[in-house]
């Protein structure tokens, strides 16, 4: 929560970035093998990232992601929600 205003402004850029890619990537790649932990805070700021992403017709796929960071997901209630989005 500590880093939640410096990385919504790190993903807002992200966004930025992806909208004005011609032609627009059908889908991306969201590399989360860095992630050692995540709180409520953090899977909101995942979940308006990745809707965004869907709103734009490009399509996430998050990769890396370690089997400690999927269970907390789910236990902090958002595994429903990010369900549409692949795991690899």
């Not at 970035?17 to 032609?23: F, G």
Request: hydrophobic share 45%; glycine share 6%.
């Amino acid at each position: 929560m500590e880093r939640a205003a410096e990385l919504q402004r790190l993903l807002a850029d992200q966004l930025s970035t992806l909208a004005e890619l011609e032609p627009r990537p059908e889908q991306i790649d969201l590399s989360l093998s860095d992630l050692c932990d995540i709180d409520a805070c953090g899977c909101q700021l995942l979940l308006v990232f990745v809707e965004n992403l869907r709103r734009r017709g490009i399509a996430p796929a998050m990769c890396g992601m370690s089997e400690l960071v999927m269970e907390k997901i789910a236990l902090l209630g958002f595994g429903e929600p990010l369900a549409g989005t692949s795991l690899s």
